[in-house]
T-cell receptor
Framework: RKEVEQDPGPFNVPEGATVAFNCTYS??????FFWYRQDCRKEPKLLMS???SGNEDGRFTAQLNRASQYISLLIRDSKLSDSATYLC????????FGKGTTLSVSS | DAGVIQSPRHEVTEMGQEVTLRCKPISGHDYLFWYRQTMMRGLELLIY????????DSGMPEDRFSAKMPNASFSTLKIQPSEPRDSAVYFC?????????????FGSGTRLTVV
C-alpha cells in the first residue's frame, strides 16, 4: 500500500468554482505535510506547508485531520491558471508524494 | 540563485547503454534528493544525501542504479545497463532540511527514454 494516496481526478471545474482535494497518509508519526503544484512537463513547486491544524494563503486553504489521517486542499474562486497537478507530500524522513490530483479549470 | 540545475534535459538511449544524469544543488542546501516520476508510479524517492553522504537508498530499484555525490555541488545518478522500463522523468531536488520545512527545490528534470 502506497504511503500517500490521492484521487487522480481529473477534476474539471468552471472558473470561479470552489474545489477540494483530499490526500490520505499512512505514517501517523509524520509531523509535516505539504502541497506541491506541478504544471505539465515541469517540476513540482511548493504551494503550501501544512502544520498542526492547517494553513491559509489567499484562495488556498490546507487542513490536516490527524484522527482520520488525511489532509485537504481547498481552492476558492478557481482561475484558469490553477489548472495543474497537485501533489500531496508527507515528511517521514524525506518527502514521500502521492501520485497527484489533476485539476482543469475551464472558462 | 540559478536553482537546482540538471543535465541533460532529454536523453534517448538504447537498451543496454550506460546513462548518467547530473545535478547541481542550490549552494548551501545540505540535502540532495533523487526522484523518478512515471504515470504509473508517480513521484518516487530513489535516494537522498546529507552533506554528501548517502542516507537512504532504499528506493533505488536495483543494482543497475547507483548514485554519488563527490562534493557539495555535484551529484550523479547512473543506470548501467539501462532498460526500457527505466524510461521516466528523473528529478533532483535540494533542501536545507530533510523534512522540507522550507520546501524542496526541484530541478527541471531529465526526461529519459530507453529504446
Amino acid at each position: 500500500r502506497k504511503e500517500v494516496e490521492q484521487d487522480p481526478g481529473p477534476f474539471n471545474v468552471p472558473e470561479g468554482a470552489t474545489v477540494a482535494f483530499n490526500c490520505t497518509y499512512s505514517n501517523s508519526a509524520s509531523q509535516s505535510f505539504f502541497w506541491y503544484r506541478q504544471d505539465c512537463r515541469k517540476e513540482p513547486k511548493l504551494l503550501m506547508s501544512v502544520y498542526s491544524s492547517g494553513n491559509e494563503d489567499g484562495r488556498f486553504t490546507a487542513q490536516l485531520n490527524r484522527a482520520s489521517q488525511y489532509i485537504s486542499l481547498l481552492i476558492r474562486d478557481s482561475k484558469l491558471s490553477d489548472s495543474a497537478t497537485y501533489l500531496c507530500g508527507q515528511a517521514g524522513t524525506a518527502l514521500i508524494f502521492g501520485k497527484g490530483t489533476t485539476l482543469s479549470v475551464s472558462s | 540563485d540559478a536553482g537546482v540545475i540538471q543535465s541533460p534535459r532529454h536523453e534517448v538511449t538504447e537498451m543496454g547503454q550506460e546513462v548518467t544524469l547530473r545535478c547541481k544543488p542550490i549552494s548551501g542546501h545540505d540535502y540532495l534528493f533523487w526522484y523518478r516520476q512515471t504515470m504509473m508510479r508517480g513521484l518516487e524517492l530513489l535516494i537522498y544525501f546529507n552533506n554528501n553522504v548517502p542516507i537512504d537508498d532504499s528506493g533505488m530499484p536495483e543494482d543497475r542504479f547507483s548514485a554519488k555525490m563527490p562534493n557539495a555541488s555535484f551529484s550523479t545518478l547512473k543506470i548501467q545497463p539501462s532498460e526500457p522500463r527505466d524510461s521516466a522523468v528523473y528529478f533532483c531536488a535540494s533542501s536545507f532540511s530533510v523534512t522540507g520545512v522550507d520546501g524542496y527545490t526541484f530541478g527541471s528534470g531529465t526526461r529519459l527514454t530507453v529504446v
